[in-house]
């Protein structure tokens, strides 16, 4: 039997999994709206899944997660995201930090996939983020986002160039292509963009 925990603001999403989950032969051992009572919760029960809101770490990542991974280090970390934060978890999913991303909009289905893949020791992202990261990458390459987050920043083209060991020459064409591709005129357009799509890191901080 696998034990669950939901840890989500919107009451309804939570009664929803766990309606969901329960009808599909699965424990959900508690339900909880804050990092508060999840942290507690977690001191007295031992689960296997939790379900958690981005939200909930949006400040000090990595010290949340060993706090909630204190009491048991096998605790599988799925986080249900929106379509603005998805980008800023890929590096916690790729370092095996968390194990799973959902948005919050995607099918009860897809969260029943999450969770089997999660059980079997597998990282999940749903369907519908692995079509935006799709278009995302057809559009940028990784040179350009790592340009795009340093310039975020509020770095310059020469500091940018000199942080990526690149000339300023070439920061200035990355740039070019950027606004193009995305359709943009200015650096204020290009930073309001970011944040709207979650490709800044300054948007989750660790």
Known sequence: MINIVIAEQQELLRIGLQCKFE???????????????????????TIDVLFTDHQFLLTKVSENIENLKRHNSRLKIIVMTTIDSFYNLIPLLDNK??????????????????LASVSNNQS?????????????????????????????????????????????????????????????????????????????????CQ
């Open 23 to 45: 009808a599909h032969g699965f424990r959900v051992n508690a339900s909880v709206e804050n990092f508060s009572d999840l942290q507690n919760t977690l001191r007295i029960i």
């Open 97 to 114: 930090i968390i194990q799973g991303i959902c948005l919050k909009t995607d099918s009860s289905e897809q969260y029943l996939a999450a």
């Open 124 to 204: 999940f992202i749903s369907n519908s983020l692995l079509v935006s990261m799709n278009d995302y990458s057809n559009k940028l390459t990784p040179k350009e986002l790592q340009v795009i987050e340093l310039l975020v920043l509020g770095l310059s083209n020469k500091e940018v160039a000199n942080t990526l060991n690149n000339s300023e020459r070439t920061i200035n064409v990355h740039r070019s292509n950027i606004m193009c591709k995305l359709n943009l005129v200015n650096i204020a357009e290009l930073i309001n963009f970011a944040y709207q799509h979650g490709m800044t890191k300054l948007n989750f």
